[in-house]
């Protein structure tokens, strides 16, 4: 009996059906399944839901009559329709809640992930040679660099002398610009393919009581391997050279800067990691990029995605439950609306209409902003990864659990990072023009101008004082409260505000 092959929505490129030991057979008949439950478990941004069809319908049309593309309610469903009880082979999935799915099934062999850069195998010899815990992103990064051959010279040393260029990538914005001088990124054109997709999504909410958040349209990411080709294309040839000393900068009026955009196409599966890391380093090659915007773009990819995704199965799904600091409040209703325009604080409130408008926002934003914001506050780390998830049409579990509960939260007490990544307005101000025009003054924690992030600062230090006072990271910050003549007064100003928009 022939085996079919089943492809989950975020394994759409060509090499999730490469036939090998590891892989389908030669031209075995393809199954995808469009589940409605999927939509109907979580409120998905709505320009999120739009891409992941639009790519899925793009690659069964690419398919032809060698797909079986089922619209259902379940998975179930759609395998009994499409094999009946015949075999099946698939990808490991991306998620344990998949992963546990498929391997339930009697007629399902799982074949080992694709889309990555290191074996599960070989990173957990390599975590357990660490002894498990603090697993610091920057020596993985060191060993995939080695391992993988990726930017280094004959000689096995780094390209530019350096691992690390991140003192180059750290510029605030030019002064006195709206947006950077780069050629925009890619967008792609839409057809009928989107139209058909906009329209299900009306009737899905109209008659199927399926909701949605955020806005839809125009699509502004890849649904197609050669979409996602020509957007990597674009951004080497004219946006990397720039990319690398404001990575870190935010700009108000141009929420992508020399961003890559390519994050979708990644975690959707149309580009595979080790095709964009070594296109980037032939860029660099050819003299066409500098090495610290480079080295900067290939950490994202080659150190922080694969060591996210990595640490996802190897610390095991009941991580996504630590709660070391013991943050219980609920997302107030005007951020799970994305409700920009509630908010006063300006940073707050651009970055949060960003991700209504697009389901996207670079890194800082996420992490600076929103993630800071909601830790600051003690809002619940599981209820806001779920949130990351849905908003952001590059979201996957696999992505948000170690992001949100290791990174932006610290609710993991440290074995992803040494301190809890929080500022107050001093950082924004410094490396974003979001201050300008705003009614809080950065510098000012008490009154009718004090900024919520600066006042928000103090009072997360202020209540946790005892456990982060033995951080090497956070002792001197955290002896500053001392310093604090008004603290009692900001203290009070915090409770009064609770969960009002800022």
Not at 375 to 391: E, N, V
């Amino acid at each position: 009996m022939v085996t079919a092959h089943w492809l989950f929505g975020d394994q759409l490129g060509p090499h999730f059906l490469t036939p090998g030991e590891d892989g389908p057979d030669r031209d075995a008949p393809v199954v995808m399944i469009e589940a409605r439950s999927v939509f109907r478990r979580r409120r998905f941004h709505r320009a999120k839901a739009h891409l992941i069809l639009s790519a899925m319908r793009r690659r069964a049309a690419e398919l032809g009559d060698r797909v079986s593309y089922v619209r259902c309610e379940t998975y179930r469903e759609g395998l009994r329709e499409a094999v009946g009880d015949g075999p099946v082979t698939v990808h490991h999935p991306t998620s344990h809640a998949a992963l546990r799915f498929v391997r339930s099934l009697e007629n399902a062999t799982v074949l080992p992930a694709r889309g990555f850069l290191v074996p599960h195998a070989d990173f957990r010899a390599w975590a357990d040679g660490h002894g498990g815990r603090r697993l610091r992103q920057e020596d993985f990064y060191r060993w995939v660099r080695r391992d993988h051959d990726m930017l280094m010279d004959d000689g096995g040393a780094p390209v530019g002398g350096r691992w690390n260029h991140d003192h180059d990538n750290r510029e605030p914005p030019p002064k006195d610009v709206r947006s950077l001088d780069v050629p925009p990124p890619y967008r792609p054109r839409e057809d009928d393919v989107d139209d058909e997709v906009r329209h299900d999504l009306d009737r899905w909410e109209r008659e199927e009581g399926i909701r949605f958040v955020g806005r839809d349209g125009p699509r502004r990411f890849p649904a197609s391997r050669r979409e996602a080709l020509a957007a990597l294309r674009r951004f080497l040839q004219h946006r990397l050279a720039l990319f690398g000393p404001y990575e870190d900068a935010m700009l108000a009026a141009d929420p992508v800067m020399s961003h890559s955009l390519l994050s979708s196409s990644l975690n959707l599966g149309l580009l595979d990691p080790a095709e964009v890391v070594a296109r980037a380093e032939d860029a660099w090659r050819a003299g066409t990029a500098p090495v610290n915007s480079v080295e900067g773009f290939v950490r994202q990819i080659a150190g922080w995605r694969e060591y996210v995704w990595q640490l996802y199965w190897y610390f095991g799904e009941d991580y996504r439950r630590h709660n070391a600091l013991n943050h219980r409040a609920p997302l107030p209703e005007w951020f799970l609306e994305l409700d920009g325009d509630a908010v006063t604080a300006h940073c707050l409130a651009t970055a949060l209409t960003q991700v209504r408008d697009s389901g996207w926002t670079h890194h800082i934003p996420r992490l600076m902003l929103l993630g800071s914001f909601a830790l600051q506050r003690g809002w619940d780390p599981l209820a806001l990864t779920d949130w990351f998830h849905r908003c952001f049409v590059d979201g996957y579990d696999w992505v948000m659990v170690p992001n949100v509960v290791g990174m932006s939260q610290y609710a993991d007490g440290g074995m992803m990072t040494t301190k809890p990544y929080t500022s107050g307005g001093s950082y924004v101000h410094r490396m974003s023009d979001l201050c300008g025009g705003c009614a809080y003054r950065p510098a000012d924690r008490v009154g009718e101008r004090a900024c919520p992030y600066t006042a928000g600062y103090w009072a997360f230090l202020h209540r946790h004082r005892d456990r982060l006072k033995g951080n090497v990271r956070m002792s001197q910050a955290v002896r500053g409260l001392d310093r604090l003549r008004d603290l009692d007064a900001l203290l009070d100003q915090e409770r009064r505000r609770g969960d009002s928009p800022p």
